[in-house]
Structure formats: structure tokens, C-alpha cells
């Protein structure tokens, strides 16, 4: 894993641009998979300003997105394809056709619509980098403590506490949802690189045991371990809780210099 610690949630969301918009212009039909969550806001606002103002071209990439809620009727605001389309689809040249987003109401056949999510990756020929925040609990995607380590796309229920952790996002009154679909821990594993953004205090605990705790279903972002490229991008305060940071900087100073093909 490579971590890269920035000062602040500015650098974070300015480095997490750059490095998607690298990728897409060495490879400008990139497969790119997405997350939902307020630590993604930054980096989307600056991917648009790129858009505009650098011409980042974005007519032939191809979106997945990570996960969506159930029970949501289509169009309802509070959506991970509603806050998508409002953070970014909606600003730069991508059209209905190139963006992949779970989903599905509860009348649906959710192995279907799993497994069809499944094959339209495949088919699309794999995820080239895959951007993942990460739960309090440690959660990618939307896979709870527990969730197999091979999972594959798959409805899940959420905890409680990320049902409360989500209960910002709606207005006084209405519940958050209690299920969602989500890729597998297995899905985003086969990504051929890994983007892992974190921000705060609150996240802390999470990176730390990500990056530095044994591999365990208990915590699922730490079977990132287990990927050959994952670059973990996390401001300082997201990074409080690590033991290493001396080692990472000089870490990340050697990768610059020797292997400067392994950052973006
Ligand atoms: C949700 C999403 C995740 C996201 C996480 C953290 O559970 N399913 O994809 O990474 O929340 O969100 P935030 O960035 O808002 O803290």
C-alpha cells in the first residue's frame, strides 16, 4: 500500500482529481469505479473545474458505481444516483449510456440485478481504478463488518450506526434506508488499481486499522491489503492514529524516485 498524507482535505480532494484525471488521459476510455460520500464531494468539484477550465475530456470514460440504496423510488434526491448526478454527471460531458449505478426497488430480483451489475463489469472488461472511502467501521462500499472477504455485488443490510452515520444526508423526519446493494469486497479487489480516500478525525481509528491491523472480515477496508495497487490518500487528521507516517513520507519519496510509474 502506498500512503500519501495530506495536509488537509483541500490537498486530498486536489490530489485525488489529479490522479483520476492522469489516468484518464493516458487512458481516455478508463473504466472507473465511484463512491458516494461526502469525502468524494472535493474531489468531484475538482474534476469538474478541470473539466472546464483544463478540457478533461470525459466522452469515453465508463462509470460503476459502488453501491445505492434500497428502497428509494428512481429520481428520489436523497439517491447515491441522484447525489452522482448532482456532484458530478451532471457537469461534464458523460451521458445516460457510460454511467453504471446499482439499483433496483423492492419489488425487484435483487440476485438478478446483482449478478447483471457483475457481468456488466465484465463485460466492460474490468475496473481499471476503483476510487472507495471508507465507514467509521471500517466499511468499503457498503460492506459491513463480516462481509465475506470474496463478497461479490449483493444486497446488504447496514448497521446502525451507518444508518445514523447516513441520517445527515435526509431531511428531519424520513428514515434512511436500512438496506443497500453494494459491490463485494471480492468485485472491488479485481480492480486493477485502488483509490482509497479518507478524511478527518472521525475516520481515524478506521485507516489505522485498515492499513496497519491484521486482515480481517471485521474491518473490510483492511483486505485492501491484499490488492497489489492501492494508494491510500488521507489528510492528517485521517491519518492521526498511524504508526508509521515517518516510514510512508519516506516511502512515498522513494516511489517518486525509483518507480515513478506506480503513482498517478
Ligand atoms: C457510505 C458509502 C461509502 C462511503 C462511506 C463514507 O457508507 N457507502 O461508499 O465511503 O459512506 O462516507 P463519507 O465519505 O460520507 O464519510
Not at 20 to 33: S, T
Not at 97 to 124: K, M
Not at 140 to 155: C, D, K, Q, V, Y
Request: proline share 5%; aromatic share 6%; glycine share 6%.
Amino acid at each position: 500500500m502506498l500512503v500519501f498524507i495530506t495536509d488537509d482535505y483541500t490537498e486530498l480532494s486536489r490530489e485525488a482529481a489529479r490522479m483520476i484525471a492522469n489516468a484518464i488521459r493516458k487512458k481516455p476510455d478508463l473504466r472507473v469505479g465511484l463512491a458516494t460520500g461526502d469525502t468524494q464531494r472535493g474531489m468531484y468539484r475538482e474534476l469538474i473545474r478541470m473539466h472546464r477550465e483544463e478540457r478533461l475530456d470525459f466522452s469515453r470514460v465508463v462509470t460503476f458505481n459502488l453501491d445505492e440504496y434500497i428502497g428509494l423510488p428512481a429520481g428520489h434526491p436523497q439517491s447515491f444516483r441522484s447525489a452522482m448526478h448532482k456532484a458530478l454527471f451532471d457537469h461534464v460531458n458523460i451521458t445516460a449510456s457510460q454511467i453504471h449505478i446499482p439499483g433496483g426497488t423492492a419489488r425487484d430480483n435483487f440476485v438478478e440485478i446483482c449478478d447483471r451489475y457483475e457481468e456488466e463489469i465484465r463485460r466492460a472488461g474490468g475496473i481499471d481504478l476503483q476510487v472507495v472511502g471508507i465507514g467509521k467501521d471500517g466499511h468499503i462500499g457498503f460492506n459491513e463488518p463480516t462481509s465475506s472477504l470474496a463478497s461479490r455485488t449483493r444486497p446488504k443490510t447496514l448497521t446502525q450506526q451507518t444508518v445514523e452515520d447516513n441520517r445527515h444526508n435526509f431531511p428531519p423526519g424520513q428514515e434512511p434506508p436500512a438496506t443497500a446493494i453494494t459491490m463485494g469486497i471480492g468485485t472491488i479487489l479485481e480492480a486493477r488499481r485502488i483509490l482509497m480516500l479518507a478524511s478527518g478525525a472521525a475516520k481515524a481509528k478506521a485507516v489505522a486499522l485498515a492499513v496497519e491491523g491484521p486482515v480481517t472480515a471485521s474491518v473490510s477496508a483492511s483486505a485492501l491489503q491484499m490488492h497489489r495497487d492501492v494508494t491510500v490518500l488521507v489528510d492528517r487528521e485521517a491519518a492521526e492514529n498511524l504508526q508509521h507516517k515517518d516510514y510512508y513520507r519516506k516511502s512515498l519519496e522513494m516511489t517518486r524516485k525509483l518507480t515513478p510509474n506506480r503513482l498517478w
